[in-house]
């Protein structure tokens, strides 16, 4: 008979660790509707998860305490959604990944954050600096006084040992999910294609275990047939070596260029290019593949929609317009004045996309068209080159259909270029610019 994956759970003091709805105590019954038959009761759990212990991508104390038990119900054949609770663990991980995408969380980073704060004398100074601001940030007077007192009782207990510790659920729910990755390697095995994917994920995001996690990927893709589980091995691999900052030919790039040559699947062709270019393996071929998804070229987003409509693609949802994005930022380190028509192809895409995506296409389209170099101030539009005009008047065509979508106006704004339709107008001299403003 098979153990209970949560044995134990009740013997945690979950009164004395926190979500982000206060005391963490309905943890446990939250994680037994996992293991609900019924799909409405375990994703209706799965959905309470994302919004407690992972509340718009923060972590708490309540959340490395989880960590354990989810690995439990993933290792559980019995468990449903398991593909969908690996996916949870790369979010608590890391947080939400859409800034992380080009290499991946710096853990390092927030590691030395970490020991340093330890080894601060004034460390409780600091700490209740923290909160203090943390604290005025908080909009409801309900829940801030709820922080308040759980703070002081916090304190007044003595736990946990370490306040630096307990002021970092970030870097604590990080090591937890890395600490129990075999999981992880076994799902690699798993008979579900959309496991197998889900954990190939998972293992992208762990420079400190590249090591351990490279043999398996690569293992995994000697055997996998599914287009969307290898096309998730690729780029888990690639954004590994990239993590590593390490550009070299490697095992891996000649890996990527073997699989290139040979796969008959459209996805998978795209993903090996994609990640080539993710290491700087910027080919005229390589460059090619990766912009179709503007381009349209060889019925590339049909064909990529039906390979994805087979499978799990974790990376930015799998929707090939959200791969477009993908793309832009990995090729956001190129020269506009070397390769024009990547800035023709995106410039192209302009048009069709909106929120995010219009954000990740207009930043990395700046990026490029302007070779890497922001203007001191508001260009003359007369000075920019052809291309760079052109950019411009694909962006007016935002705005002039009231996409007024913030971030979207942030991007703008970095640039020094006017963010609102009618200043757009003005800078690019369009002939109605002065007609709007009667």
């Known amino acids: 008979m098979e153990a209970d994956p949560l044995a134990g759970i009740d013997q945690v003091e979950w009164s004395e660790v926190d979500h982000a709805y206060g005391e963490a105590t309905d943890v446990p019954n939250i994680l037994r509707d996992l293991q609900s038959p019924d799909k409405d009761t375990h994703q209706s759990a799965l959905y309470r998860l994302y919004g407690n212990i992972y509340h718009q991508g923060s972590r708490y104390t309540a959340t490395p305490l989880t960590i354990a038990f989810l690995y439990r119900l993933i290792d559980s054949p019995h468990t449903p959604a398991r593909g969908d609770l690996l996916l949870l663990m790369a979010s608590l991980a890391f947080g939400l990944n859409s800034d992380e995408l080009p290499l991946g969380t710096d853990i390092a980073h927030q590691r030395k954050q970490v020991a340093e704060l330890r080894e601060d004398p004034n460390r409780a100074e600091v700490i209740k600096e923290g909160l203090d601001k943390f604290l005025s940030d908080v909009s409801s007077e309900e829940q801030k006084k709820y922080l308040e007192s759980y703070i002081q009782s916090l304190r007044a207990s003595g736990t946990p040992e370490d306040e630096a510790d307990w002021w970092s659920p970030e870097v604590r729910s990080y090591n937890a999910v890395q600490n129990g990755l075999d999981t992880a390697y076994r799902c690699l095995k798993d008979d579900s294609a959309e496991v197998r994917a889900s954990a190939a994920y998972l293992l992208a995001w762990f ?23 290898q096309a998730t091995a690729i780029i888990s691999l690639a954004t590994l070596q990239a993590m590593k900052k390490d550009f070299s030919e490697t095992r891996i790039t000649r890996r990527l260029r073997g699989i290139r040559s040979q796969s008959s699947s459209c996805l998978v062709t795209w993903a090996s290019s994609f990640s080539l270019v993710k290491l700087r393996v910027n080919t005229e071929e390589q460059l090619s593949e990766v912009m179709k998804v503007f381009t349209g070229e060889d019925q590339y987003p049909e064909r990529l929609e039906e390979e994805l409509e087979e499978g799990n693609f974790p990376f930015l949802d799998g929707r090939s317009r959200v791969l477009g994005s993908l793309a832009a930022r990995e090729l956001q380190h190129l020269k506009g004045s070397k390769h024009p028509e990547i800035v023709k192809a995106i410039t192209s895409a302009i048009s069709s996309n909106r929120g995010l995506d219009l954000v990740t296409l207009s930043s990395a389209l700046l990026n490029i068209a302007f070779d890497g170099v922001k203007p001191d101030s508001e260009p003359d539009f007369d000075d920019l080159n052809d291309l760079q005009q052109e950019v411009m008047r694909a962006l007016n065509t935002r705005l002039e259909k009231r996409v007024q979508y913030g971030n979207f106006r942030m991007v703008l704004q970095s640039w020094n270029l006017p963010s609102l339709a009618e200043d757009f107008q003005v800078f690019i001299k369009h002939p109605d610019a002065f007609q709007s403003r009667l």
């Open 207 to 229: 420079p400190d275990k590249s090591r351990d996690n490279e043999p398996h990927l690569m293992e995994m893709l000697e055997r996998e047939k599914t287009p969307t589980a």
